[in-house]
């Protein structure tokens, strides 16, 4: 079935003909969504609330961590049931569900046979065509309204939310369009509209050694290069340098990481207008990934639609989660590690929370301090299980989730992702034994014949 929809249809023709169903079902039922609750999630929610709310439509939202068996099976059989940024790994669990009720919209890898009767909306039964859930959300909702060009700036904000920027392809140059974007060639830490010692000293992607988290060592190069402060001790922002300065600061920066090309650190920086302001899409994609992060999902929905009561929480949850990102990342740098040929797991337990596991093995994985094709597993204990988050370095190598997927077969579990990106839930019970079969896996060295 999958051959068949990727040889019938264009990625664009399924959007249309399913955002048809959609309309023709949701005539006479109650529409349930349930999202993702990261950042391409959160904004596809709010994109997705937005459009029904101009169509009149019933609904209720929900927003997950993670889309679990249990969840399924608890799910009410008379509504239409709306999966956005989730769903395309647990296609198995739906055999005792009214499928034509069900839609799903997502990107992420497509490895289970899918049910006929599912009305699923995915880039990866089409080319693997690089687009966001939020993107794809965004061109669903345009097709059901072609009013909604206001809320294309959310899409994008989803897109680099998942880290998609760098793979503007045709359809995301479309939603670049619509969402009206300023584009601003510069360095690519941020948020580039803030004082530049305190963006460098929250500077993750690329972790910048003996800066980042450092307020000492960010003064000092500073004063290296020349920058001192303008006006009652604040700093110039990024977008305010001259080019000598911005060239002196790529090259501390290179000095200080010297694994970074210079084209990996500089490329297009997005502004978008938001309450009123133009701000770096970057920072406002992270302040709605940090309050999902920390527990509050309602607090990211609201910020996304420009709520002036939710700005200030969400900017205070996101000064909360940048200090535990620091404190998680100096946790990583001291602890002990298993280590092997071309990989590196760290076993966390209980000193990084679940939430934040991920971020940290996406922020290593983009670091430099690791080669090309090094997969990178994270641990983190939630409850009674534990959330692995694996990454591969550059995006090259073994395909992470086939790996994870034949570990979960054997001892039970979850799992979702990407090749160069995806992640497991396991039980504490099982821990040890899935520690031995992961390092187990990873040891085994491809051999070109």
Not at 62 to 86: G, Q, S
Not at 93 to 122: A, C, K, R, W, Y
Not at 134 to 152: D, G, H, I, R, V
Not at 402 to 423: M, P, R, S
Request: aromatic share 6%.
């Amino acid at each position: 079935m999958n051959e068949k929809l990727n040889n019938e249809y264009s990625l664009t023709s399924q959007i249309e003909s399913i955002a048809e169903k959609f309309i023709e079902k949701i005539k006479d039922k109650d529409v349930l969504i349930i999202s993702h609750f990261d950042t391409d999630g959160i904004t596809s929610a709010t994109i997705m609330v937005q459009t029904l709310k101009k169509m009149d439509k019933k609904f209720s939202l929900k927003i997950v961590r993670r889309l679990e068996k249990e969840t399924i099976d608890t799910l009410p059989r008379d509504k239409i049931i709306l999966f956005l940024d989730l769903a395309s790994g647990s296609l198995n669990h739906f055999s005792t569900m009214e499928i034509e009720n069900i839609f799903i919209i997502d990107h992420h890898e497509v490895f289970q046979t899918i049910p006929e009767g599912i009305n699923i909306l995915n880039p990866q039964l089409n080319d693997k065509e690089e687009i966001s859930s939020s993107s794809l959300t965004y061109l669903f909702c345009k097709q059901l309204n072609q009013e909604n060009k206001e809320l294309a700036k959310l899409a994008i904000l989803g897109m680099i939310g998942d880290s998609m920027e760098k793979s503007i392809d045709k359809l995301n140059n479309v939603i670049i369009n619509d969402g009206e974007v300023k584009r601003k060639r510069g360095l690519l830490i941020y948020p580039s509209t803030r004082p530049i010692n305190r963006t460098l000293e929250f500077c993750s992607d690329p972790y910048i050694p003996e800066i980042t988290g450092n307020t000492k060592g960010v003064l000092e190069l500073l004063r290296e290069i020349g920058l001192s402060p303008i006006n009652n001790g604040k700093y110039k922002s990024l977008i305010e340098l001259d080019d000598e300065e911005m060239s002196r600061l790529v090259t501390a920066i290179l000095l200080k990481n010297p694994k970074v090309k210079n084209r990996e650190i500089i490329g297009d920086i997005f502004l978008i207008k938001f309450f009123n302001k133009l701000e770096d899409a970057r920072e406002l994609s992270a302040i709605i990934n940090a309050c999902s992060k920390l527990g509050e999902s309602e607090t990211a929905i609201q910020f996304c639609m420009e709520i002036t009561k939710a700005k200030r929480r969400a900017e205070s949850m996101h000064t909360k989660y940048k200090q535990f990102i620091i404190s998680a990342l100096n946790f990583v740098s001291e602890t002990e590690k298993i280590e092997g040929n071309g990989f590196v797991i760290i076993n966390a337990k209980d000193n990084i929370k679940d939430t934040i596991i991920g971020t940290i093995a996406s922020i290593l994985s983009n670091s430099s301090i690791y080669d090309n094709g090094t997969i990178i597993a994270t641990m983190a204990y939630y409850d009674d299980k534990i959330k692995v988050s694996v990454r591969s370095v550059g995006r090259s190598g073994r395909n992470i989730r086939e790996i994870l997927t034949d570990i979960i077969n054997k001892i039970g579990g979850e799992v979702g992702g990407h090749e160069f990106a995806a992640g497991c839930m396991v039980k504490q019970e099982k821990e040890k034994e899935f520690l031995e079969m992961l390092k187990k896996s990873l040891e085994i060295e491809l051999v070109k014949i």
